[in-house]
C-alpha cells in the first residue's frame, strides 16, 4: 500500500473565505485546441514572481464558474497562480454543440491549455500543477500519466468510471440512456443534437437523477449564470465507457487524491483502491457528500490541498 490515509474531522458548518481583491489579479486568457478558442481565467498572486501555476475545471457539464473561482482567489492568495479554464463548447468557449461532454476532447483541452501556460513569462511553466473535481478529476489523472512534466496532480472526488452516471437505472433506464445517446449521434447529423437535462426537475430522464445533485448543481451556479441545463445524450455512450486511469503506473508525479465517505458520485472506496496502486499519493477521506468540498467542508479540504502544494513547492 502506498497511499498515506488521512481521516478527516467533520466539517465545521459554514461557507468558505473569501480574500481581499488586492492579494491578486484576475485577468482572461484564450488557448486553442484542436482549432478551436477556449477561454479561461489567470488568477495571479500579489508581489509573487514567477509562481507555480494550478490549472484548474470542475464537475460534468459545468463552467468554471461552478465552484471554482473561491479555490483560485485562495490558490492566489497563498501565493500560486491559478488557471481556471472551460472546456471547448463550454461556457465562453468556442465549439458546437453547446455543453458536450466529451473526455476524448477535453483531455486534449487540458493538454492544450497545460501548454499555453508553459510559454508564459509571468509563471513558473516548470511547476505545473493539475486540480480536476469531479469527472474533471478523473481527466487530470489522465493528463497527468501522460505527461511527465507535471508537477503534481490533485484529484478532489474524481469520477474515476462511468458508473456514477450510468449505475441505479435498472436494466431499463440504463436501456433508455443508451437509446437517447444513439438517438443525438444520429440525429446531430441532419437536425442538431438531442439533448437531456443534466440534473432537470424529477420528471424526465436526466444525466443524473438524484435529488440532492440536483439541489447541489443549482446551489453553485452563480447570480446570473448563462448556463443551461441540458447536454447532448451522447455522454450516457461516453459514461458506459468511461474509465479514467488505464494504467495507474503511468502517474509518477505527487497526487493528491480527495475522496468523501457519503460521496455518490465518486464512490471513497473507488478513489482509495486507486490511491493504493499509485507509487506516490497521499488519499484524504472526510465524512462529507460530493459537494461538501464547496461550501461546508471547503476550509478543511483547502487546508489539504495548501499542504500538498507547499510539499511540492519545497
Not at 51 to 78: K, N, Q
Not at 259 to 284: F, H, I, Q
Request: with cysteine.
Amino acid at each position: 500500500m502506498n497511499a498515506w490515509r488521512h481521516r478527516g474531522e467533520p466539517p465545521a458548518a459554514r461557507g468558505p473565505r473569501r480574500p481581499s481583491h488586492f492579494d491578486y489579479s484576475r485577468v482572461s486568457l484564450t488557448f486553442t485546441s484542436d482549432g478551436t478558442d477556449c477561454a479561461g481565467w489567470l488568477y495571479r498572486p500579489d508581489g509573487v514572481d514567477s509562481p507555480p501555476v494550478v490549472v484548474m475545471a470542475g464537475e460534468l457539464a459545468t463552467d468554471r464558474r461552478f465552484g471554482l473561482r473561491t479555490y483560485a482567489e485562495r490558490l492566489a492568495e497563498a501565493g500560486y497562480a491559478a488557471f481556471v479554464f472551460d472546456y471547448r463548447n463550454t461556457g465562453d468557449s468556442d465549439g458546437e454543440p453547446r455543453n458536450l461532454v466529451a473526455p476524448d476532447a477535453q483531455i486534449a483541452d487540458w493538454h492544450a491549455a497545460v501548454d499555453g501556460l508553459r510559454e508564459r513569462p509571468e509563471i513558473d511553466g516548470n511547476r505545473v500543477v493539475l486540480w480536476g473535481a469531479g469527472l474533471s478529476g478523473g481527466y487530470a489523472l489522465q493528463v497527468a500519466a501522460e505527461d511527465r512534466r507535471v508537477a503534481g496532480v490533485v484529484a478532489q472526488n474524481p469520477m474515476l468510471d462511468g458508473s456514477a452516471v450510468m449505475g441505479g437505472r435498472g436494466v431499463r433506464g440504463t436501456l433508455a440512456a443508451l437509446a437517447a445517446g444513439v438517438r443525438d449521434k444520429v440525429q446531430s447529423r441532419l437536425l442538431g443534437p438531442y439533448r437531456v437535462p443534466v440534473v432537470g426537475d424529477g420528471t424526465s430522464m436526466s444525466v443524473f437523477e438524484s435529488r440532492s445533485v440536483r439541489v447541489a448543481y443549482r446551489e453553485l451556479l452563480s447570480p446570473g449564470s448563462a448556463w443551461r441545463d441540458e447536454t447532448p445524450a451522447r455522454v450516457f455512450l461516453s459514461m458506459f465507457r468511461y474509465d479514467a486511469v488505464s494504467d495507474p503506473e503511468a502517474i509518477t508525479c505527487p497526487a493528491l487524491l480527495v475522496a468523501g465517505t457519503r460521496d455518490e458520485l465518486a464512490p471513497a472506496d473507488d478513489v482509495a483502491s486507486l490511491a493504493d496502486k499509485l507509487d506516490n499519493a497521499t488519499l484524504v477521506e472526510l465524512p462529507t457528500d460530493h459537494f461538501a468540498h464547496y461550501d461546508t467542508a471547503f476550509e478543511q479540504t483547502f487546508g489539504h490541498v495548501l499542504s500538498f502544494l507547499q510539499t511540492i513547492r519545497s
